[in-house]
């Protein structure tokens, strides 16, 4: 679990494809991993990774084919920067809002604009989640915890301030990025909680293939 408070940026060292999925080499910065030991959880844009080797100033993470489908982790190259939070503990102050690191969806941001010192930024949602999706409520944005201050439809509107800004990797946001989107922990379980029997009814999730071999991480 994680809070959505963004420890620090970091940037993407490597990223080998090995078999249809990929392992990521993620250099830390200033994020401490002196409490950091292997099998340990790590935020990365949002996504829960688990280091599978410490060199040091960095982690090594596997990235499943799960997660290539259904994240903008597929959108990263060598040189990104990413977003950067460690996994909370009994003691961690809960500043933003109980966060899970697994990403319900891609967003698209699709306008940007100053106000005052601060930046607002509209971003398009898929439908599926926009249920979701609250006027004052919580939400993720690549692993940031925010509050969502207008909604329309499935676009929804969030304002930056400046020390946001420089803490996160939102400055460097443009209309067009894409980004991960995690909703309201409390949302999405009290709509299973509500479906009763029907819970237990099977339904489809199908991942697509094309789109895994189309970025280079299924072998053709």
Not at 16 to 34: E, I, N, Q, S
Not at 174 to 182: C, F, Q
Request: net charge negative.
């Amino acid at each position: 679990m994680f809070t959505g408070i963004i420890e620090a940026i970091g940037s993407i060292r490597a990223m080998t494809p090995k078999g249809g999925d990929v392992r990521v080499y993620v250099a830390t910065g200033k994020l401490d991993l002196a409490d950091v030991k292997l099998g340990d959880s790590i935020a990365v844009n949002g996504v829960c990774l688990t280091a599978v080797e410490l060199p040091g100033d960095g982690f090594w993470a596997d990235v499943s084919r799960e997660t290539l489908a259904r994240t903008a982790f597929v959108d990263l190259k060598t040189g990104s920067r990413v977003n950067l939070e460690k996994a909370l503990t009994p003691t961690s102050r809960l500043g933003g809002h109980l966060v899970s690191g697994h990403v319900d969806g891609v967003g698209e941001i699709v306008a940007r604009e100053d106000n005052a010192r601060a930046v607002q930024f509209r971003i398009r949602a898929p439908r599926e989640l926009a249920r979701y999706i609250a006027l004052k409520g919580s939400i993720t944005v690549d692993g940031t915890s925010l509050t969502v201050n207008a909604v329309n439809g499935a676009e929804f509107e969030l304002t930056i301030v400046p020390h946001t800004l420089a803490e996160t990797i939102m400055a460097d946001y443009r209309p067009g990025r894409r980004v991960n989107l995690e909703v309201d922990l409390l949302a999405r379980y009290l709509e299973r909680l509500l479906l009763g029997d029907k819970a237990a009814e099977p339904s489809s999730n199908g991942i697509s293939e094309a789109f895994l071999a189309e970025h280079g991480y299924l072998n053709k």
